[in-house]
């Protein structure tokens, strides 16, 4: 993998327990890729900033003086980098040895994947079955009442073995690659989701020129709390949030 080959872009926001172990890990499983780490900090009113500052020089930091959301933060780096492949990461995301390497080398092999994501673990080795089909109302608000669960399975396919590359329709937003002239063509995130449903249509606008593709030999941990939406604010953001996906693309 030649210089300046990879990328990787990470949003934050009052993330100072999490970025600690994720950039640590993210240095230390590609060392020897000269992976540019970006961090965009949506105004942080915790310790984040610091501790990059402190600990992590190398890091490309850029600061915002007010919280614009997930998709406009990693647009700002979009607009920074020159890689071939470039990787967005939540910042609490923790990465294996050999997951980048190997998912870099099946983009290079295969120039019509677009994106591509790994399996996605939890701290405890359980891995997180996330959406691979589009949203729909079934599948984002009735499956969550006890008797139509079965919904959430078929959004994220759970019913069915993954043991070698597949063509998935929609990638999970907390870690993917992609390949930054595809990204950068598709301008990026769409910025009228602040946060939520942001993958979503990023993946239905992407995959019209492009594959999407799930690859369940490697694996990145997620610490997973989803507490954005155990509260008010929170599903409001996200109420809103699919609203404006739905009348997007209906």
Known sequence: MKKGALSAGIVTYNNETEIVPCLNSLIETTKGLNVDIYVF??????????????????????????????????????????SEFHMVVNPDIQFTRGTVQKLAAFMKH????????????????SEQLLPKLDPKFRYVILSKFKPLRFFRDEYTRAGEIFDKPTRILSSTGCFFMVRTDVFRKANGFDERFFMYFEDADLSRRIRKKAAIVFYPNVYVYHA???????????????LISMVKYFWKWK
């Open 41 to 82: 900090d949506n105004s942080s009113e915790d310790d984040t900033v610091n501790i990059i500052q402190k600990y992590f020089p190398h890091v490309h930091l850029i600061q915002s003086s007010e919280n614009l959301g997930f998709g406009a933060g990693h647009n700002q780096i979009l607009k920074r980098i020159s």
């Open 110 to 125: 295969y120039p019509k994947v677009g994106i591509v994501t790994p399996q996605i673990k939890n701290i405890d080795g």
């Open 224 to 238: 997973w709390k989803r507490d954005n939406t155990r509260s008010f604010k929170g599903i409001r953001i996200f």
